[in-house]
Structures are given as C-alpha cells and as structure tokens.
C-alpha cells in the first residue's frame, strides 16, 4: 500500500494531518511459582491518523486508527469520514509543530540482546532473592518490550523515538504456620542490572516477612507519615495535572499562577519540575504525540505556582509563546529532612497502600495501609490493617522532604515525603 | 453495522493456519478482534468526534501438554507455513528454562460452529445528531446555574466482532454497548466534579437518561460544594448499588479468579464450602449473568458465556476461571477468560459481578441506622485476594441520623478493612436491584477489560476514613 501520506494529501478537504505510528515486539514469560506457565511474543503495529479541517473561523480535527490490515479502500473510507466528522467540530484555531526532524532512542544496554536469552536472565535475577526461609516467589511476569514510535505532520514533522523497556511483576510471598501474606511490586528499567534486580526483590521479600509478623496498631492516633517515591510520584502527578493547559482552558483547574502552595507553612519548600527526560525512566520522551519538542517546565517554585505546562493546542489557547509540550516526568528538589531528625519522633513509614487516594478539589489524602513501619521514637514495628486519612492542603504547607533522593518511575527526587499529623484509624 | 466483514473474510486463514500449527501442538486456537470505538464529547468550549480506543488483530493461542504459548499479530494473510515456522520460533525459550515447563492435561475442544449476534440501535444515530446532543446537553448545563465552570457531555459507542477458530470450533459474536456521561464541575467556594454515567446497548435509552439526568447531577453539585470530610470511625453504612457492586467485584471478584488459586494468591482456594459473607448475602458473576458492558457470548479462550453462583448462603460455592488456570487445577473453564486486547495475555477475569436482590425495603434499611452514613457512587477500589484487605472509595455519602437520610454530605468517603468482617456485617438486603455497565477493571495495575457491577442495597458495619 502507499503511505498515507499520499492518501491525505490526495483529500483537498485536509488543512493539516498528523501521523503517529506505534509498533511494539514483545517477548513475555510467566512463572507459576518456579515454573514456566505461558510464554508469548507480539509483533503488532498500528497508526493514529488525525485530520484538521478549518472551517467557519475553527479548526475541526478527527482521529482514526490505522492498521497494517487495512486495504486502500478502506483507508480513503476512513480518511473522508474523518474529514465529515471534522466539519462538525468547532474549536479555537491551533496551528501544529512545524518543521522538525529526529531520530533517537532512549538509553539502554538491551538493544543488542537476545530477547530469550535476556528474559531467562531477568527471571534468574529476580528469583536470586528467594532465598528467605518461608518466602517465595508465587508469580512472576516479564515483559521485555521495543516500542518505536513515529510522529509525522503536514508541516514537516518527522520524529522516531525508540524505547526498549522492561517491566516485571513480581508477587514477593511469606508463609509461616498461621498464615500467608504477599505484597504487589511492579519494577520497570531501560538498563538491565541484574544486581539491582535482585537487590529490589530481596527488599520486597524481607518486607512481605515483616507483613506476615506485622499486627494492627493500638488506633486512633495522630502521627507523622512517612511516603516513599511510588506514593510521592502519585502526588506531584496530582498536583501537575491540575496545572495542565488543558485542565486551565477547561476551567477545571484548582490552583493558579501566583498562588502559595504552602503559605504560612512550616515544611520543606516544594519545587516541582516537569521533565522530558528522566534517566533510568521508561515514561522518558524527547517530543510528544504532536511532536512538540519537550521544554522542561518549572511549575512550582518554592512553594508558589509559576508556570502551567501540556500540548502546544491548549498553550495556545492560553497564549503561551512556546508551549512545553506533553510532559511527562516530575522532578522535585531534595529537601532537609535528614535521617538523623527522621530518629527523633515516631513516624509511621507506609511500605505498601492499596492506593493512595488524593482528592485536590475535597482538600483530601488517605488510604489503607497494608504494612507499614511504626518507629515509636526507640524501636521499629511492622503494622497493618490501619487507614490514614488528612487535609491535603495541611499536608502541602508543612510536609518534610528528605536529602536523599530517589527514582521511582516517572519521579525522580526526594525518596521520603513526611506528613506530620496525620488521622490513621 | 453487522460482523465485520473482514474478520469473515479471515476464516478460512484462520483455519488454514491452526491446521498448520497444529503438526506441532496438539490444541490451536486464533482468536481474531475487530473492534470499532467513537467518542463524541462537547464541553463549553470544546467539541470532539474521532474514533475512541478499537483493535484489530489475531491472538493465536498453542498448548502440547506442557506451557502455553501465545503470538498477537496484526494479519495473517500470506504463506501459513512461513507463518507458523515465524510463530514457532518466535515462543521458543531460552534453553535454560526447558525443564521448568509446566504440565497438564490435554485441552478440550468440543465441536461447535456457531454465530452470535445481539442488534443495537447504533445505526439510527449518526455523527452529527450523537454530537449535537452532547453540544445541547452541555449548553443547557452549563446555562443553569452560573456557579457551573465547565459541563461535559459524552457518548461512546462500541463495536465488538470476534472470530475463534480452533480445529474442531468457529464461533463469531458481534455486538455493540455504549456509555453516556455527564460531569459538572462547579463552584460556590469549594470546586466539585459532579457525575452521571449511563451504560446500555440502546443509544436511545442513554440519550434519555442523559436527558433526564441533568438537573439530578446539578443538584448533586449544589450538595457536593457543602460536603465535610467524613470523621474517620465505625459506621452503619446503607450503600447504593454502585457501592454494592465495588464490594462484590474487590472483595471477592478477584479473590475467586481463578489463575490466582493456582499462584497460591487467593484465600479463596482454601474457603470453598465455607461461611466468607453472612447467611443472607448471595453473589454471582458472568457473561451470561446479567445484560451489561460484559455481556458476550463467548470468551476470550472460545468458551461460552456462563452464569456462576460464588457465593450462595453466604458460603464459598464456586471460581471464575479461565482455560489456562482451569487446565492447572484440572477444572470446567467458566467462561472468564478475557484479554486486554489481542495484544494481551488472557486471565482469569469478571464480567458481570453483583450480589443477588434480598427481601429488605430501602426505606426499612434506612430507618434501622440510628447513627451512619449511605454511600454513593464508586470512585475505584483495590483488591487484595491474598489478605482479604479492601479499599473501595465512594464519591459521597449522605449522614443518617435517627433513621432519615439528612442534607449533611461528606466527600470523600474511603471504605476500608477485612473482607469476612465487612461481607459478615451484612445485615440487611434490599429487593431493588442494579447492574451498573460502565467500569473498567484492572488486574493489579494493567490488563483493563470493561465490567459491571452492582446489585441490591445492602446494610453493613464498616470503616470510613
């Protein structure tokens, strides 16, 4: 077939197009415990067309999927539903990226690897830990992917970023004589190490051991809590996606430019940054969906709001000279909270939640802690079946970050967020 | 629009490749997806129309007595031995993992030629009309209080063909549902997001829902902006079906899929034929168990809808399960087999998950609550079959007090605690009955399928925080 270029330039209804092509290989296994229960591959490729069609004074757009089954019919079908489906689209005018060429992937020592070879290394990496006397591994899931991903325009975009990633889900169990207990761990790297791999799963797995000794604690109280970087990343996303573009145009956001985070508060000062790139992080990108070059953005200073970030179409709309494009990676800047203060008062150090829930427009954070380290000033008890619950805003204006940082995902900064009193049940 | 035309046209591939891959494994399957999603949405000052989230593709599914193996591909035109020797290949493992195959049984493929079709009105309704209604209803939200920021409407309607094709079976299904949703972001004060969500398989039932659904998510608004956080404590509590629903679907929805019996990942294993709710509390799942967003007629492994009894009495009496884990433990597949896409592996997963009508009146429920709160509408939940810890949080709840229902909101509402201690509180079942149809369900963090839920109110004593 052509490229589909040819077909939408042949529409004369088309003001602009936009191309974004997706294709992954993939290699995946499944372990029942030790033993090998699936095994899958996956070569699949798709494409996202989306037609712009000016009329009336607006600018209509409409998306359609692309796949590699399609014949040439079908796709002139698609393209001219998509421009009648356009027509019925009225929004503000936006133009589109113009001109830009790259080719790039991000860092990674699998690009040469055999994919059998590599999986069957990961899977001993991860079972090096279970060597904990009453634990073991119940599952475990490995993904090894390669994903390639094309953006091109009517304006002279022409962008390829290549990701190879890995992502495994291991289930860390321990059993004694009165019951069994697991925790869930997801660990995704561009760069496989096996050392570090294992490291991470011998921590889970001396963990899930605490689980099964851990007890409820003697409730209510009011105490400090500690977030490690899964629950910290949860939280600058919150924020962040409240000071999107398009959240601002809709009118949906909470917070703007100018306002104080933590006024009047007594914590660390939060600078939150979005980034394109983050080493070590899967979710790293050098341009968005439109292929907008990525600008990181500082969106809080010090506390106070300075700046929103998103797609070059809800920029404009604000009137943004060069919107940062579609961000998606946060860096937040070390605070003072140092280990040697973090031993003066009792804490509550939260290891697995079932979900953090943060709720910015009902001022709201909480959630149900299934272990959880309570340092009661002199020693350390692993507990469970607890829920905390607290103000946001309180949290914001005087929580503690630590010196030392960490990369969790799209995160990277301070590996320990402290929320001082803090409602747990 | 009838079943996919090009999926018809892929028979005949289908069946040419399974006999091919079949030299060397003794159970073939292809399951072929073509899925078509549109979204039409309008907000104060945005619109959109474009397709919504669809697939298309093959998913081909091996077994020779020891593991599974699976290729997702985009086509599979062309040479079908090239193809299978391409397939082959591509689920060969590292030499070091051959000993630690797994072994079970031979896998069922009884004879069934079938096509299953359930019609929808789609077709009446085209690009313009679905978006101008979502225009219209956004306006006159947006028109009705000048305390209304934003006000988004949407409707998304999905297609659904799929083709399986074994040696001994060719199954087709084809059928269509859609959603509606409305959501009010207000302020006086507080912002709020206030929300309605319809689900059904008639685009004419949910343009009327909608319509009539505005001033009900206004006047949730007004109420929402004067929601307190809730005091964290022990509550009776009256849930709404919604509610209901997330609490069969975390507590033991996932608790009986059955892959996680073979993991050793669920305490439900070790409790069938045991008392895990209270005497009066009765719970099913399954495609065929209710008419909702799971509604299908075959799975994801060619096994055909079910409707499965989990709890009955409130003792433990069956799993859901798909072909894989039911080969494992040597068990009837129960027609949960479903995948993310074909792109995606195929689990143990719910459909169609609620707690069975009681005898009680709503009205009698509400009376008998001297001091607690009625809970509404899920926000999500997270499961934890293997400690039977849950967390299910609810949009809002509404404080009884002295047996009426008062105008005191409180916002969020988190749900939290031990599965037997919450299903054994149940105390009161009422006879009114829902099945909500417009969820997605992830397994641990990915893997999303769409699910129902739902259910009769129910009376328990739970933790709020």
New interface residues.
């Given amino acids: 077939m052509k490229d589909i270029i040819e077909f939408l330039r042949a529409e004369p209804a088309i003001n602009d197009f936009r191309i974004t092509e997706n294709a992954t290989k993939s290699y995946e296994l499944f372990f029942v415990h030790r033993d090998l229960e699936t095994v899958r591959a996956t070569d699949t490729a798709s494409a996202d067309v989306t037609v712009y069609v000016d009329h009336d004074g607006k600018r209509g757009d409409s998306t359609f999927a692309v796949y590699p089954s399609m014949g040439e019919k079908d796709l002139e079908a698609k393209i001219k539903s998509a421009v009648e489906r356009a027509k019925l689209v009225d929004n503000e005018p936006y133009a589109l990226p113009e001109k830009g060429e790259l080719c790039a992937a991000l860092p990674t020592n699998m690009e040469d690897a055999d994919v059998k070879a590599l999986a069957a290394k990961i899977a001993d990496a991860v079972y090096a830990a279970d060597d904990v006397p009453g634990g073991s591994i119940n599952a475990l899931e490995i993904f090894i992917y390669r994903d390639t991903v094309r953006v091109r325009n009517s304006r002279g975009v022409d962008k390829k970023q290549i990701t190879h990633r890995v992502m495994i889900e291991a289930i860390p169990t321990f059993t004694n004589d009165k019951e069994s207990v697991e925790l869930y761990e997801d660990h995704r790297f561009t760069v496989f190490e096996p050392g570090k791999v294992t490291a991470e799963i011998a921590e889970k797995m001396k963990e899930v051991r605490d689980r099964a000794a851990a007890r409820p604690p003697k409730t209510p109280m009011q105490i400090s809590v500690l977030l490690r970087p899964a629950e910290i990343a949860m939280m600058m996303r919150e924020l962040a996606a409240d000071l999107n573009y398009a959240s601002v145009y809709a009118h949906a956001n909470l917070h703007s430019i100018g306002d104080d985070l933590q006024e009047a508060g007594a914590g660390d000062k939060l600078t939150l940054t979005m980034r394109g790139v983050i080493e070590g992080s899967e979710r790293s990108a050098y341009f968005d969906e439109d292929g907008t070059e990525l600008a990181d953005t500082e969106l809080i200073s010090a506390g106070k709001v300075s700046a929103y970030f998103g797609s070059s179409r809800h920029g404009q709309y604000l009137g943004i000279e060069k919107p940062s494009g579609a961000l998606r990676c946060a860096e937040v800047m070390p605070g003072t909270l140092s280990e040697k203060e973090l031993c003066a008062a009792p804490y509550l150090e939260c290891v697995s939640l079932s979900n953090l829930q943060l709720d910015l427009y009902n001022d709201y954070i909480g959630g149900e802690i299934r272990l959880a380290y309570y340092f009661d000033g002199e020693k350390t008890v692993p507990v469970t079946g607890i829920t905390m619950s607290g103000r946001l805003s309180d949290v914001l204006k005087n929580m503690r970050l630590s010196e030392k940082t960490a990369v969790h995902g799209a995160y990277r900064g301070p590996e320990r967020l402290l929320m001082p009193d803090i409602t747990v049940l | 629009m009838p079943f996919s035309s090009?999926l018809e046209g892929k028979r005949k591939d289908c069946a040419e490749l399974v006999a091919e891959l079949g030299k060397r494994f003794s159970y073939v399957s292809i399951l072929g997806t073509d899925v078509h999603a549109a979204v039409y949405r309008a907000?104060?000052?945005?619109?959109?129309?474009?397709?919504g989230e669809?697939e298309?593709?093959f998913v081909v599914k091996m077994h020779d007595g020891s593991?599974?193996?699976?290729?997702?591909?985009?086509?599979i035109?062309g040479d079908k031995k090239e193809l299978a020797e391409k397939?082959t290949a591509?689920?060969?493992?590292?030499p070091?993992?051959e000993g630690?195959?797994?072994r079970t049984a031979a896998l069922k493929d009884e004879p069934l030629v079938q096509d299953f079709v359930r019609e929808t009105d789609f077709a009446g309704y085209d690009?313009?009309k679905l978006?101008g209604i979502c225009r219209e209803l956004s306006e006159k939200l947006c028109a009705a209080d000048e305390k209304v920021?934003?006000a988004v409407a949407a409707i998304q309607p999905y297609w659904v063909s799929k083709l399986f094709v074994s040696k001994n079976r060719q199954l087709t299904q084809h059928y269509g549902w859609a959603n509606g949703f409305l959501i009010v972001?207000y302020q006086d004060g507080?912002?709020?997001?206030a929300r309605r969500v319809e689900g059904a398989d008639k685009l004419s039932e949910i343009i009327e829902n909608l319509k009539g659904g505005t001033e009900k998510v206004l006047d949730l608004a007004r109420h929402l902006v004067t929601?307190k956080?809730i005091v964290?404590?022990v509550y009776d509590v009256i849930t709404d079906s919604s509610i209901t629903g997330l609490i069969a679907h975390e507590a033991f929805g996932h608790g009986v899929e059955m892959d996680q019996f073979?993991?050793?990942?669920a305490l439900g294993k070790y409790f069938m034929g045991k008392y895990v709710a209270s005497p009066i509390a009765n719970m099913r799942d399954g495609a065929a168990a209710a008419h909702s967003v799971a509604s299908y007629f075959f799975d994801d492994d060619g096994v055909l809808a079910h409707d499965t009894q989990i709890i009955r009495d409130g003792v433990l009496t069956a799993g859901l399960s798909d072909l894989?884990s039911a080969a494992?433990l040597g068990t009837e597949p129960t027609g949960n087999g479903r995948r993310d896409s074909y792109?995606r592996?195929s689990y143990s997963r719910m459909t169609n998950t609620f707690f069975c009508r009681g005898t009680d009146k709503l009205e009698d429920m509400i009376a008998s609550v001297k001091h607690g709160y009625m809970i509404f509408e899920t926000n999500?939940g997270?499961e934890?079959p293997?400690?039977w810890?849950?967390?299910c949080?609810a949009e809002y709840g509404i404080e009884i007090v002295d047996g009426k229902l008062t105008e005191n909101y409180v916002?969020?509402v988190?749900m939290?605690g031990?599965v037997p201690d919450l299903l054994k509180s149940i105390s009161m079942i009422s006879d009114g009955f829902e099945v909500i149809g417009s969820g997605y369900c992830g397994k641990?963090?990915?893997e999303w399928v769409r699910v129902s839920d739902g259910g009769p109110n129910l009376k328990a004593r739970v933790?709020l925080?």
Avoid at chain 2, 262 to 265: A, E, G, N, P, Q
């Fill in positions: 090009y907000d104060r000052k945005s619109s959109m129309a474009r397709d669809g298309c593709g593991s599974f193996f699976e290729y997702s591909l985009d086509d035109s397939i591509a689920v060969e493992t590292d070091s993992l630690r195959m797994i690009d313009a978006l920021r934003n972001l507080k912002m709020v997001s929601a956080p964290p404590g073979v993991k050793d990942r894989a494992q792109k592996k999500n997270m934890d293997k400690n810890q849950i967390q949080t916002s969020p988190v939290s031990y641990g963090h990915k933790k925080g």
